[in-house]
């Protein structure tokens, strides 16, 4: 029996069954006949069939080694007291993860095998030696909180070998909150593991991109709604922190819908126990978007729409709602109200708080 099966109002079984979560419903409207044939023409339906469309897709990779850390950065985050915290956020170098989502691009920056024992605690190392001779190395000496983001899966031990794990825990013994991404699939004893080596909180950010079932299947993550909802109660038995990254305006789904379907994942999120919810903007760069948008299928969402659910999420006070600024510019439609308006999300971000909308002659707001 799957989610689907069970009928809507008997909303105490589908929770129970999805781990806790409420809000499982139904799928997003149908699309205009127009855009529904080129959804029909151009996506293939079967998972392995959109793998290899998706492939096709890409450009090349990034040159990156498994010696180092593709990138790295210092952030503030607020915590639930509302303190700044200082974040090291170190991004590692390992082996492409092995789904294939329609909208990421994070296989850029992977390598095709395996790095070897060792080499993932080398490249915290060498990442934290080089933050010590910046100019910002007070701040990193400040930070209390540490981000392992891997462009997959942490659990995934293609990518990060197991027996990395209790030196890699060694090297972030002082921090008080440790964050790591996985797929939800990849939810087992491991984490448990990892986490019993950890001084510090374990907290496993997990994408659940959308609530809206079709869309989800869409995306050719292979996850339901059940699968997550089961994957988080998991942490939650396990004392373990859940961060959810949703995407605003995933391919397929129009501007209106967007923001409903931003809506019903920030609540599907929360209703499964997570403390923070990430809202991801959809962008352009690994390919299979720009073609689905060549078709009418896919377009970013506009700033209007970006601002409207983290707005939407934030009143909630159900958990910390961030919107992720990287590359905003991109969304922006009005030269005259732009730096106001990143302004408010900036202030969503740090304060937790809803400023009164940017009103703007030139855009009217839209
Ligand atoms: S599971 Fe995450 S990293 Fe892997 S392809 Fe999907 S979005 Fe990308
Ligand atoms: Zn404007």
């Known amino acids: 029996m799957t989610i689907s099966d069970i009928p809507g109002e008997n909303s105490a079984i589908r929770r129970d069954i999805a781990g806790g979560c409420e809000g499982l419903s139904e799928a997003s409207p149908q699309r205009s006949s127009a855009s529904a044939l080129a959804f029909a023409e151009i996506y293939p339906r079967s998972p392995g069939e959109r793998d290899q469309w998706i492939l096709s897709h890409r450009s090349v990779r990034n040159s990156v080694t498994a010696q180092r850390a593709y990138a790295f950065l210092l952030e503030k985050e607020r915590s639930e007291t509302g303190e700044r915290k200082q974040v090291a956020t170190i991004f590692l170098t390992n082996r492409e993860c092995p789904w294939r989502c329609l909208m990421c691009d994070l296989w850029k920056n992977t390598l095709p095998e395996t790095p070897p024992i060792g080499a993932i605690p080398d490249q915290i190392d060498r990442a934290f030696a080089e933050l010590e001779t910046t100019e910002r190395a007070g701040e990193f000496r400040a930070t209390t909180w540490v981000k392992l983001y891997n462009s997959g899966s942490f659990f995934d031990r293609h990518a990060i070998p197991f027996d990395d794990y209790a030196a890699i825990a060694g090297r972030i013994s002082s921090f008080q909150r440790v964050v790591v991404e996985s797929h939800p699939a990849l939810i087992t004893e491991s984490v448990v593991h990892f986490r019993d080596l950890l001084a510090g909180k374990l907290e496993i950010a997990m994408g659940l991109e959308t609530a809206d079932p079709s869309v989800l299947d869409q995306l050719n993550k292979r996850m339901t709604l059940e699968q997550f909802g089961r994957a988080a109660a998991f942490l939650h038995v396990h004392g373990i922190d859940l961060r959810t990254f949703v995407l605003v305006k995933p391919p397929f789904v129009n501007e209106t819908d967007a923001i409903e379907w931003a809506q019903r994942s920030i609540d599907f999120a929360f209703s499964c126990g997570a403390r923070v919810v990430s809202l991801i ?75 009164l909308a940017v009103q703007c002659q030139s855009c009217d707001g839209k």
């Open 281 to 355: 903007p959809v962008r352009f760069g690994n390919g299979a978007l720009e073609s689905l948008a060549r078709l009418g299928l896919f377009s970013p969402p506009k700033l209007t729409t970006l601002e409207m659910a983290a707005a939407y999420g934030v009143g909630l006070r159900r958990g910390t709602v961030l919107v992720d600024l990287w590359d905003v510019e991109q969304l922006a439609a009005c030269k005259r109200c732009f730096s106001r308006r990143l302004a408010r999300l900036e202030q969503m971000n740090d304060l937790q708080i809803v400023p």
